[in-house]
Structures are given as structure tokens and as C-alpha cells.
């Protein structure tokens, strides 16, 4: 039985699983101890599920329990990762080179540290949404200290050459750092074999809870060091002081392991279902894909329906389909997306673009109802005439 509405916004957040929920709910009331008790048995479960929920995240991302640090979400995250290597490299140098479609949480921060005397490159990208990697090594100068580029965008799904970059980077003894919040538990993701230094993540985006999110940081080959960005009572190895939201970690832990084991199931389902999607939508003529249809996440796609205002299609979709024209925090401006203009398109083209993002409980007839629904919407505005065949 469809119900409504449709959700298909799960770049930007996802429903919690119910396994997660069912594994944080005794860490809110009966084992609500402070991770920080070492004098009680309290902290001492709260401390034992902690470190389970490390591993648990290690594990999906080839990491060691050591090098995690639980943060408040990805922003924060980013911001640890860009401020803290700003800071304590300072002595080598104030060069940070990221690209033009990163999150805003990256995008800012880099413009706050411009204004403390950072030096930013803001790579472009090709119109497939990838930046060029000789762009990059060429780039890189004796003050670089930083790379920052994004796993894979949370607007077209593109996945960027991770590896190689990391690679590049670790040739020229700079620090590489991704954000790959939309990448962790949809591909595989590893912090080794892609030559990641530091890493952000965050629960919700995988079907955990709101409010949790964990910067990996690199402990051997290289060492990475970061300087503290919220001091107080040194939790994290002092790099993120503040009493550990035991619930939110757990949580992010069993999502972790729920996306380890269930990842490859549902990306294969969900690509099949995201093709079947854009090639109806593709079929209704003048509709166009946004960025790379290789290298792109499996659950998402991005299409500009020409001729077509996404604003007047979101809203004569919205009471039965969730969908959005971009990210969810730039989606209260009028802009057009910074991203797809990035990619090269004009303010209209980008103004004529949704972003369809599929998850979990996505069901064919979901995908059937909103072909049906988006295709009749698009013919109207259009002001084409409809046929139906039955
Ligand atoms: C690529 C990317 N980075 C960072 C964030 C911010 O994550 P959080 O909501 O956990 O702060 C998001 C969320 O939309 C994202 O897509
Ligand atoms: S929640 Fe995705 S852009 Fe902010």
C-alpha cells in the first residue's frame, strides 16, 4: 500500500532505523551514566558502549577506535578538521586548497579562516562535478598545508577521485581531508586504501540520529595533529571537550553496523530503482542530468527539467512528494544552487533543477507514483497537453 507523502530527500536527513533507536533507548534512562565517571559503575557502562559504537564506526570506515572523535554532526566535524590543521600548522604554512561545490560547512569555514589570513584555492570542477587533478597538483605550493575536498556531493551525488587525491596529496606532504558525510554507508569507504588523513561523518545522513557525527583522524603515517576548536574538560584526547552524548554515539555505532552489512544489498537496489526513475523522468524530453551519471552515488539523482521553475514543481508536488532543488540549509535562499552553477549551468537551468534522493524504505510503487505525478506536473507547467494511455 503506497502512503503518503513520498519521502525522497534523503540527502539531506534519513528516518532513524528502529534498530537504532531500540539500541540507544536504554542509554537515555536506565544506563544514563557519564562516559567521563571513572569512579561508578554508571560511567563505566556508558564509557563500554562508547567504545563499542568506536569500533563499530572504525570498522565501517578502515579506521582504528583511536583515531575517531565524536563531534556534535559533520559541521562541526569540518570545522574541527579545517580550524584545528589552520592552527597547528600555522609554523608550515596558510594554504588550504578545496573546491567550489564543498558544503557550506567547509565553504565557510575556509572564508571565516580567509579573514584570519588563510590562503584558499577554490578549485572549479568539470561539468560531470569532478575536479581536475593536475588542476590540483599544480596547485600545490611550499605552504600548503591542506587539502580539502568532499567524498562524494550532496546535491548531485558525484563522487570525486578520493584515492587519487589523497595520493597527490600525500606526495607533496600535505594533509588530506574529506568530507564524506553523503559517502559513509552508501559506497565503501576507506581511510587507507583512499590515502584519507582526516574524515567527517555524521549520524543522520545514515540512518542514525540528528546531533552525532565523528572526525577520523589519521594516527600513524602520518601523525595528524589538530588544534582543539572547543576546550573545557579534555574529552576526545582534548580535541572536543564536552560530556559525550552516550544515546547519539550508540546510535551512530549500530548505524554504522547496520550500513556495513546492508550497504551493497541496497546500493544495487537503489540504483535500480534510481535508474528506473531517471529514465521515465528522461523520457519526458528536455530533462537533463546534473553532473557525472558515472561515479555517483547509487541512491540519488539530479535532473533539470528545462522550461520547467523547480520552485512552481516542488510546490505543486509538495503535499504528496518530498523532494528538494538543493541542500537543505541553502534551501530558504532564492538562489540558484552554487553547485550547479559550479558545474556550468545558467541561473535558469539551475533554477529548473530537483534533486531526488532515494533511502531505505523506498518502494517501487513510491518510484511509480512519482514518475506518474512529476511527469503530469511537468507536462502542465509546460503547458503541454497530457496523454494517457490505458
Ligand atoms: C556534504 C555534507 N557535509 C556536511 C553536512 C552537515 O552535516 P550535519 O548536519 O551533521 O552538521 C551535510 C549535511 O547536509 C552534508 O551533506
Ligand atoms: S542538511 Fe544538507 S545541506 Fe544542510
Redo the contacts with the bound molecule.
Keep these: 500500500m503506497l502512503e503518503l507523502p513520498v519521502y525522497l530527500d534523503h540527502?539531506?536527513?534519513t528516518p532513524c532505523d528502529h534498530r537504532v533507536v531500540e539500541a540507544m533507548l536504554p542509554f537515555f534512562t536506565r544506563d544514563f551514566g557519564n562516559a567521563a565517571s571513572h569512579s561508578h559503575a554508571f560511567g563505566w557502562k556508558a564509557k563500554e558502549a562508547v567504545d563499542y559504537a568506536r569500533e563499530q564506526v572504525a570498522n565501517l570506515i578502515g579506521a582504528s577506535s583511536g583515531e575517531i572523535i565524536f563531534t556534535?554532526?559533520?559541521?562541526?566535524?569540518?570545522n574541527l578538521a579545517i580550524k584545528g590543521v589552520f592552527e597547528m600548522y600555522a609554523g608550515k604554512g596558510n594554504h588550504i586548497i578545496t573546491s567550489g561545490i564543498?558544503?557550506?560547512?567547509?565553504l565557510d569555514t575556509c572564508r571565516h579562516l580567509e579573514k584570519l589570513g588563510a590562503e584558499i584555492t577554490y578549485l572549479p570542477v568539470s561539468p560531470e562535478g569532478f575536479v581536475d587533478l593536475n588542476k590540483l597538483e599544480s596547485a600545490i605550493k611550499p605552504t600548503t598545508i591542506l587539502i580539502a575536498i568532499?567524498?562524494?556531493?550532496?546535491e548531485i551525488g558525484t563522487i570525486m577521485p578520493v584515492r587519487e587525491i589523497g595520493f597527490i596529496a600525500r606526495k607533496h606532504g600535505v594533509l588530506f581531508f574529506t568530507?564524506?558525510?553523503?559517502a559513509v554507508g552508501k559506497i565503501p569507504v576507506h581511510v587507507d586504501n583512499d590515502n584519507i588523513d582526516l574524515l567527517?561523518?555524521?549520524?543522520?545522513?545514515l540512518y542514525g540520529p540528528?546531533?552525532?557525527?565523528a572526525l577520523y583522524v589519521r594516527r600513524k603515517g602520518p601523525r595528524v595533529r589538530l588544534t582543539a576548536q572547543m576546550d573545557g574538560g579534555g574529552h576526545e584526547k582534548g580535541l572536543r571537550s564536552g560530556t559525550l552524548n552516550v544515546p547519539g554515539i550508540v546510535g551512530l555505532g549500530k548505524a554504522c553496523q547496520i550500513c556495513q552489512l546492508e550497504m551493497s544489498r541496497e546500493a544495487e537496489r537503489l540504483s535500480k530503482l534510481r535508474d528506473q526513475l531517471e529514465q521515465a523522468l528522461l523520457g519526458l524530453g528536455q530533462v537533463f542530468v546534473n553532473g557525472s551519471k558515472q561515479n555517483r552515488l547509487p541512491q540519488v539523482t539530479n535532473l533539470c527539467f528545462k522550461d520547467v521553475d523547480s520552485n512552481g514543481l516542488m510546490m505543486a508536488l509538495q503535499k504528496n512528494i518530498a523532494v528538494s532543488s538543493g541542500?537543505?540549509?541553502t534551501s530558504a535562499t532564492p538562489e540558484p544552487s552554487y553547485v550547479l552553477k559550479a558545474l556550468g549551468l545558467s541561473d535558469e537551468l539551475a533554477h529548473s533543477s530537483l534533486r531526488f534522493s532515494l533511502g531505505r524504505k523506498t518502494m517501487e510503487e513510491e518510484i511509480d507514483y512519482t514518475i506518474e505525478q512529476v511527469s503530469k506536473t511537468v507536462h502542465k507547467l509546460r503547458g503541454e497537453l497530457t496523454w494517457s494511455i490505458t
Excluded: I, R
Design positions: 540527502n539531506s536527513t556534535s554532526g559533520a559541521t562541526e566535524a569540518d564543498e558544503h557550506k560547512a567547509v568532499m567524498y562524494a556531493n550532496n568530507d564524506a558525510t553523503q567527517a561523518m555524521t549520524a543522520h545522513k540528528k546531533g552525532t557525527g541542500s537543505a540549509c
